[in-house]
Nanobody, 115 residues
Framework: QVQLVASGGGLVQAGGSLRLSCAAS????????MAWYRQAPGKERELVAI???????DYADSVKGRFTISRDNAKNTVFLQMNSLKPEDAAVYYC?????????WGQGTQVTVSS
């Protein structure tokens, strides 16, 4: 059974930093990509950052230069380093992985940014 466990969310002041982690277990095939999405109240879920198995990354324009996604392939873990956080970054952050033709979601971790 595939399980994604996200952690690292919390309350931070604007300008502060947080580091999210998401560990995937129960996956027997290679993970193609790992990604972070976020969803704020009343808004659609949006892609924040994605990283391929080879290490290619892409970011939403709103987080470029502030967020960094990385992964540990040996541990099937993806990280999101978030710096210079803004109130508009507040959301529930979800990790997402692609394995063959399947995608899996984590349970979400809340990020709150106070102004």
């Amino acid at each position: 059974q595939v399980q994604l466990v996200a952690s690292g969310g919390g309350l931070v002041q604007a300008g502060g930093s947080l580091r999210l982690s998401c560990a995937a277990s129960g996956i027997i095939f290679s993970i193609n990509y790992m990604a972070w999405y976020r969803q704020a109240p009343g808004k659609e879920r949006e892609l924040v950052a994605i990283i391929t198995r080879g290490g290619t990354t892409d970011y939403a324009d709103s987080v470029k230069g502030r967020f960094t996604i990385s992964r540990d392939n040996a541990k099937n873990t993806v990280f999101l380093q978030m710096n210079s956080l803004k109130p508009e970054d507040a959301a529930v952050y979800y990790c997402n992985v692609g394995v063959r033709s399947f995608t899996y979601w984590g349970q979400g971790t809340q990020v709150t940014v106070s102004s």
